[in-house]
């Protein structure tokens, strides 16, 4: 009883400093593992989502400007729940100014400044102001690669900032993401309905080429009943 008891007071002694500490690194590293699962998982969803519009179509939507950068802005789009950047200047240094009809953008020659909690973009025909908090109208798709995770790409629209829709006060959640999940699954069953639509077609012509010939049919099940005929004759 006394080996038994001592045995049972180590169990239940409480962890030395070192196996603390090497206990806690464990459980961060698992739970920084299950968080970085969770938000690949979660990316992954949404560029299938977005990988799924048709050709020709565009998903627009709104964007509230939540980050100012040297070259451009940080944007969080709430009917997606999607942060990602949207450039104002180019690769070759050029910076967005709206077309003559006011819809839609180009790039040309200008100067983009950032102050305060603003940015200025400056071009020979006009001065844009985009503030924190502004809403603006974007284009989002998808971004896949062999050796990174996929990722999104938001365009600026237009250069004007539109006031805030109804839209985006909506006060569940919840319904939000239901949609959503309803919208991907359904673009899903139809890809994989013309995926089996071609996969049944195929299947035919290679069962008439490669198939199994039928009983009734078949020549060597014809020999087979007449030797086995022969067999049974005295």
């Known amino acids: 009883m006394a080996a ?18 090497v206990l806690s690194h464990h459980l961060n590293s698992k739970h920084r593992a299950a968080q970085q699962a969770q938000r690949a998982s979660v990316e992954m969803f949404q560029a299938l989502y977005f990988s799924n519009v048709k050709d020709g179509q565009k998903s627009v939507s709104e964007a509230v400007i939540c980050g100012l950068r040297s070259n451009g802005l940080v944007v969080f789009i709430p009917r997606y729940a999607v942060k990602c950047p949207v450039y104002l200047r180019n690769k070759e240094g050029e ?21 305060g909690h603003s940015v200025i973009v400056v071009s020979s025909n006009s001065t844009v102001h985009y503030r924190l908090f502004d809403h603006i109208m974007v284009c989002i798709s998808a971004v896949w690669s062999t050796s990174h995770a996929p990722s999104f790409l938001c365009e600026l629209l237009n250069c004007k900032t539109v006031k805030p829709t109804a839209a985006l006060s909506i006060s569940d959640p919840t319904r939000m993401k239901t949609d959503f999940v ?3 699954e359904g ?17 035919s012509e290679l069962k008439v080429l490669y198939g199994q010939t039928q009983t009734d049919t078949s020549l060597y099940h014809l020999i087979r009943q007449i030797k086995k005929l022969s067999l049974s004759v005295k």
Do not use: F, H, M, W
């Open 4 to 21: 038994v008891d001592s045995e049972v007071k180590s169990r239940c002694s409480p962890l030395g400093n070192r196996e603390l500490e």
């Open 95 to 115: 910076v967005t100014q709206p077309l003559p009809d006011g819809e839609g953008i180009q790039y040309g020659p200008g100067s983009l400044v950032q102050e």
């Open 182 to 184: 309803k919208e991907v």
């Open 187 to 203: 673009s899903v069953r139809k890809e994989q309905a013309i995926v089996a639509e071609a996969d049944d077609s195929q299947l």
